[in-house]
């Protein structure tokens, strides 16, 4: 788990860069990491832009202000989370800028 804990500032710094550069090899790579994690029974966790807010899973690093129908909803998702496969149990939250009325 440590080792797995390692590779997560990996994974974010390649999609970082990869949804700057739209890169095929970053793209890989990022891919790559994933499949290896994967192997390591750690999966990323769903989250979109418009899921509702949820703290087991989220952390909400700032609000935003939002029209009504978007209040308490994921506006952006700054860190993927992942969780276990096998148990659902999460590894890491999701970071995330939540919608606030």
């Known amino acids: 788990l440590s080792t797995a804990k390692d590779l997560f500032e ?17 793209k890989m790579i990022y891919n ?3 499949g290896l994690l994967n192997n390591l029974g750690i999966v990323p966790l ?7 807010f ?4 989220m952390e909400a690093l700032t609000t935003t202000k939002v029209e009504a129908s978007k209040d308490n909803t994921v506006v952006m998702v700054d860190q993927i989370g992942f969780k276990f496969s096998d148990d659902g149990k999460v590894v890491r939250m999701a970071k995330v800028i939540v919608g606030k009325v």
Do not use: C, F, Y
């Not at 860069?17 to 095929?24: F, I, L, R, T």
């Not at 949820?54 to 899973?57: A, L």
């Open 54 to 57: 949820d703290p087991q899973i």
């Open 46 to 52: 769903t989250i979109n832009i418009g899921d509702k």
């Open 10 to 26: 990996i994974v974010d710094d390649i999609k970082r860069a990869s949804d700057s550069n739209q890169s095929d090899s970053l």
């Open 32 to 34: 790559k990491l994933l």
